[in-house]
């Protein structure tokens, strides 16, 4: 899904000069530039003014070997929805940093102007980004960021870069915004046979947790999408998926938590030193009881992945 929003670029400066000799050997001064009123053509304004054109890449889906989610959730960031992001414009020790923002479907740069005393041919490299703090790190740069541990206030990453000299496009930017992160949802059900086994019993989940994730790290950006990475990627948080009652059938029911945007990351099911999640769960007049489901975590940028959580008679007891 792909929209562009072109904008056109206003140019403006103006200089005059005029020369003089001795009474001896007199150089008669240039004459000046008339004004417009005077029919002659205004000078020139030689500011150079910028603009943004805006497109995004959408994730890819991953399937799962319990089969595709339901796919209703809208928690993603698109070109649709982004509504403001940060830019930097870098050109050896010259940085400029630049806040963009949408209004009526139009964009918006402040400041508007070009980087000064760069030929209109030198490429300027631009970092544009929606969250995170950023970092130049002598000419390799990248976002220090971080996932918050409440669900209800995490925030999709986007990035795009580009190098790009103002008399390429006359001033305008064109950036293809890609998703960082990635995206997981969470459905729940459980099996035929549970279900059977359970007979007139009703199961009811009261609270799901994902726990002992990796939630902060280093995107470093390369040249292309492709080519950045995520480094020094640490931390154990933990997400509350659920935490209100909710009767298990065995069709999948999307949890209240929609999207996570995770750190890239790759962890080994390792019990309760690896990510795993903790589920407690009642059944017809039982205490409630916790069951603990450990992960394989391979979760890569840009890509939504589904976890169907299957609840099974080997863990539900």
Same mark, same amino acid.
């Given at each position: 899904?792909?929209?562009?929003?072109?904008?056109?670029?206003?140019?403006?400066?103006?200089? #005059?000069?005029?020369?003089?000799?001795?009474?001896?050997?007199?150089? =008669?001064?240039? =004459?000046?530039? /008339?004004?417009?009123?005077?029919?002659? /053509?205004?000078?020139?304004? #030689?500011?150079?003014?910028? +603009?943004?054109?805006? +497109?995004?890449?959408?994730?890819?889906?991953?399937?799962?070997?319990?089969?595709?989610? #339901?796919?209703?959730?809208?928690?993603?960031?698109?070109?649709?929805? #982004?509504?403001?992001?940060?830019?930097?414009?870098?050109?050896?020790v010259q940085t400029k940093d630049y806040s963009v923002t949408k209004s009526d479907g139009k964009w918006t740069v402040d400041p508007n102007t070009w980087l000064s005393e760069l030929d209109e041919n030198?490429?300027? /490299?631009?970092?544009?980004?929606?969250?995170?703090?950023?970092? =130049?790190? +002598?000419?390799? =740069?990248?976002?220090?960021?971080?996932?918050?541990?409440?669900? +209800?206030? /995490?925030?999709?990453?986007?990035?795009?870069?580009?190098?790009?000299a103002y008399n390429d496009h006359k001033g305008t930017v064109p950036l293809t915004f890609d998703h960082a992160c990635a995206a997981l949802a969470f459905n729940i059900f459980m099996s035929n046979t549970l279900s059977g086994d359970l007979g007139e019993k009703t199961l009811t989940v009261n609270s799901i947790v994902l726990k002992n994730v990796f939630n902060k790290g280093k995107y470093n950006f390369g040249t292309t999408f492709d080519e950045s990475t995520w480094s020094d990627v640490k931390g154990s948080a933990n997400y509350t998926l659920n935490s209100s009652d909710m009767k298990i059938t065995t069709t999948p029911k999307e949890l209240s938590s929609n999207y996570l945007f995770m750190i890239p990351q790759e962890r080994a099911a390792n019990g309760t030193d690896g990510t795993y999640l903790e589920i407690s769960y009642t059944f017809s007049g039982q205490e409630r009881t916790i069951a603990t489901i450990p992960l394989n975590v391979n979760w890569e940028k840009s890509t939504q992945y589904t976890i169907n959580i299957k609840l099974g008679t080997t863990l539900i007891k």
């Amino acid at each position: 899904m792909k929209r562009k929003q072109i904008f056109y670029t206003l140019v403006m400066a103006a200089g #005059l000069l005029t020369a003089c000799g001795t009474d001896d050997e007199r150089i =008669p001064a240039e =004459p000046q530039t /008339q004004s417009a009123a005077d029919g002659a /053509q205004a000078p020139a304004d #030689l500011t150079r003014h910028i +603009s943004v054109e805006v +497109s995004e890449r959408p994730m890819a889906e991953e399937g799962t070997a319990e089969g595709r989610s #339901l796919m209703t959730r809208a928690a993603i960031t698109t070109t649709e929805t #982004l509504s403001n992001f940060k830019m930097k414009g870098v050109y050896g020790v010259q940085t400029k940093d630049y806040s963009v923002t949408k209004s009526d479907g139009k964009w918006t740069v402040d400041p508007n102007t070009w980087l000064s005393e760069l030929d209109e041919n030198t490429k300027v /490299q631009f970092y544009a980004y929606t969250n995170g703090t950023f970092y =130049p790190n +002598s000419g390799t =740069p990248f976002i220090d960021f971080t996932v918050d541990e409440n669900a +209800s206030k /995490q925030y999709d990453l986007l990035v795009a870069t580009n190098s790009v000299a103002y008399n390429d496009h006359k001033g305008t930017v064109p950036l293809t915004f890609d998703h960082a992160c990635a995206a997981l949802a969470f459905n729940i059900f459980m099996s035929n046979t549970l279900s059977g086994d359970l007979g007139e019993k009703t199961l009811t989940v009261n609270s799901i947790v994902l726990k002992n994730v990796f939630n902060k790290g280093k995107y470093n950006f390369g040249t292309t999408f492709d080519e950045s990475t995520w480094s020094d990627v640490k931390g154990s948080a933990n997400y509350t998926l659920n935490s209100s009652d909710m009767k298990i059938t065995t069709t999948p029911k999307e949890l209240s938590s929609n999207y996570l945007f995770m750190i890239p990351q790759e962890r080994a099911a390792n019990g309760t030193d690896g990510t795993y999640l903790e589920i407690s769960y009642t059944f017809s007049g039982q205490e409630r009881t916790i069951a603990t489901i450990p992960l394989n975590v391979n979760w890569e940028k840009s890509t939504q992945y589904t976890i169907n959580i299957k609840l099974g008679t080997t863990l539900i007891k």
